[in-house]
């Protein structure tokens, strides 16, 4: 298990408890916060963190917490973890991303995304992936993109379970990644 990665301008790593407070203010932030149900309570913040963080025990992966090399600051997460109960793919894994507002349009997620795919895919990783998903609110247009950038296909259009109907975030969108495609896609070492 990769417990920490770096890209040029960002280290992955393990969760650390400094960064509860900031992981806190991005999830109470409304725009961070536009395409789920509502924004996270600092309670709600917190076992968040632990769940983010615990996949790498459970799962042999998990969801790093971002942190500028230059600055230091923790700027969100990225990373694998168990798909949703109840959507398409959910006995599958997902790769997801979520940034705080004052770094968002500067290609974080998507360098974080391709370090975390690059360590999922990798052929010493254990377990080994052989697919990965993601799911959005088919109007999350930003996140779209990224999975499109990354190579993902989309393949399902769904009503969330967890989201009311009526709502403009219950129309969701499935995206997925083969281990193949992937590596297809990377340039050869």
Known sequence: MTEQLETPRLVLRRWDPSDREPFAAMNADPEVMRYFPAVQSRERSDIS?????AGFDLHGHGRWALERRDTGEFIGFTGIGPMPEGVPG????????RIARAHWRQGFALEAATASLDAAFASDAAPQL??????????????????RRLGMRHVDDFAHPDVPDGSPISACVRYVLTRDEWMRSRPSA
């Open 90 to 97: 959910s006995d599958g894994m997902e790769i997801g991303w």
């Open 130 to 147: 052989l697919e990965v998903n993601s799911i959005t609110a088919a109007i999350n247009e930003p996140s779209r993109g990224v999975m």
């Open 49 to 53: 963190a632990d769940r983010l963080d």
